[in-house]
C-alpha cells in the first residue's frame, strides 16, 4: 500500500493543477477586456473561455471565427444586441459565413420579438396598417417561401389525404330493380245482380164529379 501513495499524490495533484488551469481560463486579464469591452461584467464560462483564447496572440490567425464563436454565443444567451455588435464589425472586414448570417438573422428576430411583447403588454396596442403590419406580413410571406424541406414534405404528407379525398368522385347509388309482379285477373263472381225492379208510378187521382147545380122545380 505504501508504493502506491507517491502515484496517489502524483494524480492528485495533476487534478488539482488542471482545476486550476481551468478556472485561470475563464479569468480574463484587464488588457483582454480593455481590447474586447463588451465581455466585461459577462459570467458564461463558454463565453469566457472564448475570449480568453481571442486574447491569446497564439490564435491570432482564428481571430474573426472566435468572434463569430463568440456572436453565437451572445445570441444563445439572449443578448443579442452585443451580437449584432459583432456581426456588423465582422461585416466591416467583408466577413461571411453561414453561421454569421444565422446569428444575423436570429438575433434580429428577438430584438423584433421583443418590440411586440412590449407593443403588446407595455404599450396595449396593436401593429399599424400603414406601418408595421405590412412589414411583419412581408417577412412572414418570405419565411413561409423559405421552409425546410423536410417541413413542406411533412406538410404535404397532412394535406394529401384531404386533397384524395376531395379529388375522388363520389360513388352515385344506382337504383334498386323493383320486381315487377304481374297482374291477377279477378275471377268473375257467380252471384247475379239484383235486378232493379221498375219504380212504381203513382197513381192517377180519380176525378170527382163535379157538383150539380140545384134548379129549381
Not at 34 to 58: F, R, S
Not at 155 to 170: F, H, I, L
Given at each position: 500500500?505504501?508504493?502506491?501513495?507517491?502515484?496517489?499524490?502524483?494524480?492528485?495533484?495533476?487534478?488539482?493543477?488542471?482545476?486550476?488551469?481551468?478556472?485561470?481560463?475563464?479569468?480574463?486579464?484587464?488588457?483582454?477586456?480593455?481590447?474586447?469591452?463588451?465581455?466585461?461584467?459577462?459570467?458564461?464560462?463558454?463565453l469566457l473561455g472564448i475570449y480568453a483564447q481571442l486574447c491569446d496572440k497564439k490564435n491570432k490567425d482564428y481571430k474573426n471565427k472566435l468572434l463569430v464563436s463568440?456572436?453565437?454565443?451572445?445570441?444563445?444567451?439572449?443578448?443579442?444586441?452585443?451580437?449584432?455588435?459583432?456581426?456588423?464589425?465582422?461585416?466591416?472586414?467583408?466577413?461571411?459565413?453561414?453561421?454569421?448570417?444565422?446569428?444575423?438573422?436570429?438575433?434580429?428576430?428577438?430584438?423584433?420579438?421583443?418590440?411586440?411583447?412590449?407593443?403588446?403588454?407595455?404599450?396595449m396596442r396593436y401593429l399599424t396598417e400603414a406601418k408595421t403590419y405590412p412589414v411583419a406580413k412581408s417577412f412572414t410571406d418570405a419565411v413561409r417561401q423559405a421552409?425546410?424541406?423536410?417541413?413542406?414534405?411533412?406538410?404535404?404528407?397532412?394535406?394529401?389525404?384531404?386533397?384524395?379525398?376531395?379529388?375522388?368522385?363520389?360513388?352515385?347509388?344506382?337504383?334498386?330493380?323493383?320486381?315487377?309482379?304481374?297482374?291477377?285477373?279477378?275471377?268473375?263472381?257467380?252471384?247475379?245482380?239484383?235486378?232493379?225492379?221498375?219504380?212504381?208510378?203513382?197513381?192517377?187521382?180519380?176525378?170527382?164529379?163535379?157538383?150539380?147545380?140545384?134548379?129549381?122545380?
Amino acid at each position: 500500500m505504501k508504493n502506491y501513495i507517491p502515484y496517489i499524490l502524483v494524480l492528485g495533484a495533476s487534478f488539482a493543477s488542471t482545476f486550476v488551469s481551468a478556472n485561470d481560463e475563464i479569468k480574463l486579464k484587464r488588457s483582454c477586456i480593455k481590447d474586447y469591452p463588451m465581455v466585461e461584467g459577462e459570467t458564461n464560462p463558454e463565453l469566457l473561455g472564448i475570449y480568453a483564447q481571442l486574447c491569446d496572440k497564439k490564435n491570432k490567425d482564428y481571430k474573426n471565427k472566435l468572434l463569430v464563436s463568440a456572436a453565437e454565443k451572445f445570441q444563445q444567451l439572449g443578448k443579442n444586441e452585443k451580437a449584432l455588435q459583432i456581426v456588423s464589425y465582422l461585416e466591416t472586414l467583408n466577413i461571411q459565413s453561414n453561421e454569421l448570417t444565422d446569428v444575423k438573422f436570429l438575433a434580429g428576430l428577438g430584438l423584433a420579438s421583443d418590440a411586440l411583447t412590449k407593443m403588446r403588454t407595455s404599450e396595449m396596442r396593436y401593429l399599424t396598417e400603414a406601418k408595421t403590419y405590412p412589414v411583419a406580413k412581408s417577412f412572414t410571406d418570405a419565411v413561409r417561401q423559405a421552409m425546410p424541406a423536410a417541413v413542406l414534405v411533412e406538410k404535404n404528407q397532412e394535406t394529401a389525404p384531404s386533397v384524395e379525398r376531395s379529388s375522388r368522385p363520389q360513388k352515385v347509388s344506382r337504383p334498386q330493380k323493383v320486381n315487377r309482379t304481374s297482374p291477377t285477373r279477378s275471377a268473375p263472381s257467380s252471384s247475379k245482380p239484383a235486378s232493379s225492379k221498375p219504380a212504381a208510378t203513382p197513381a192517377k187521382p180519380k176525378p170527382t164529379p163535379a157538383a150539380r147545380p140545384n134548379f129549381p122545380t
